[in-house]
């Protein structure tokens, strides 16, 4: 297979260019917004790329002819939808349907989505594919009018909504988990909201799921995350645990309190039976995840290290 990935630097793009090159022989084409890659593998051609031009990405798209396009591109800050509602929809919805436009002009091409447990108002989980959707953000929105834009269209794809996304890569966003791990370091108290709970994912897993859901020619939605559902301040206290630091540090606090500009849904909790189901696979619970998590870290040192030793990811 010729696979393209948008935004693969980011933390799933990263997981996804190293787990399609580590366990697959298929040709890999990375893109990002970036002019130059930091990979170092001669295996990973890379070109810059922005999705939401569209005459670039017709005439990538048009030349690669690839057979499946991971969309992992998105404006991933929740807050910072809410506050640049033009750039989100720009980024998240019009990036999508400007990859639609030239996959449908090539043979069997497929498009996997990556979404969110965002779609959903958090009031009426645990939350399966056939759930009915209802956002509370404008992140939420947008992913889900790309959803529809994906589903709508005559290209076969995934949708793979995800959730609470943690893992270590280079130079990524922060993400909850790094946070918490940054706050531990300084040793000093801090909260955590104990009223937003869902199912905490490895970035790892995440992308060796997507990799399995392709293989098996999957098709439509699918909740595709850790399986066990956590509160925030209960994760944080988890990870605290095992990383080695005093969960004392950490008390409780609730979402009203923290002045966050968009609404979270109290409790988008996945079921993730039809991934499990579909590929014979469970990804790691949130012990297990963790642990994963501080090996890689305990095994990887500097950033300087990633570029030559992907031990790493
Ligand atoms: N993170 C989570 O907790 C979470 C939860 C549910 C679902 N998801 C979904 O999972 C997917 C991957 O998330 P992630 O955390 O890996 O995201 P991420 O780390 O923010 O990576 C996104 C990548 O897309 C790039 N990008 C930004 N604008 C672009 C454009 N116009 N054209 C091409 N690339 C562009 C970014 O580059 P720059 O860094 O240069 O901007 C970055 O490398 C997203 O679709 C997200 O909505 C994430």
């Not at 019009?94 to 498009?111: F, H, M, Q």
């Not at 009223?195 to 905490?200: A, C, T």
């Amino acid at each position: 297979m010729r696979v393209m990935i948008t935004g693969a630097h980011g933390l799933l793009g990263q997981k996804l260019s190293l787990v399609f090159g580590r366990e697959t022989s298929h040709e890999l084409l990375l893109t990002d917004l970036a002019a130059r890659t930091f990979f170092i593998n001669k295996r990973f051609d890379y070109q810059q790329l922005d999705i939401t031009q569209l005459s670039d990405v017709k005439s990538l798209v048009g030349s690669y002819r690839p057979d499946v396009i991971i969309n992992t591109a998105a404006l991933t800050n929740v807050d910072a939808c809410e506050e640049d509602k033009l750039a989100a929809w720009r980024l998240n919805v019009d990036g999508v349907k400007n990859l639609i436009i030239p996959a449908r002009r090539i043979d069997g091409c497929r498009i996997v989505q990556l979404s969110t447990d965002y779609v959903f108002n958090g009031r009426s989980g645990p939350y399966d594919e056939t759930a009915r959707p209802n956002p509370v953000s404008y992140y939420g929105k947008s992913k889900l009018a790309a959803e529809n834009a994906m589903l709508d269209s005559p290209v076969n794809g995934i949708v793979a909504r995800t959730q609470v996304l943690y893992g270590a890569g280079y130079e990524v966003r922060q993400n909850f988990v790094s946070w918490v791990l940054a706050q531990l370091e300084k040793a000093v108290p801090f909260r955590v909201v104990d009223d937003q709970k869902g199912n905490p994912t490895l970035a790892d897993d995440l992308a060796f799921g997507i990799l399995k859901l392709i293989e098996r020619g999957a098709e439509g939605i699918f909740h595709v995350s850790g399986p066990e559902s956590i509160d925030r301040f209960s994760f944080a206290r988890k990870i605290a645990e095992i990383f080695g630091f005093d969960p004392e540090l950490i008390s409780p606090t609730s979402s009203a309190e923290t002045g966050q500009a968009a609404n979270r849904p109290p409790d988008s909790t996945f079921i993730t039976l039809k991934f499990e189901a579909a590929c014979n696979e469970r990804l790691s619970d949130v012990a297990r995840g963790l642990e994963r998590l501080r090996q890689q870290l305990r095994d990887g040192a500097t950033h300087t290290d990633l570029l030559s030793d992907s031990r790493f990811f």
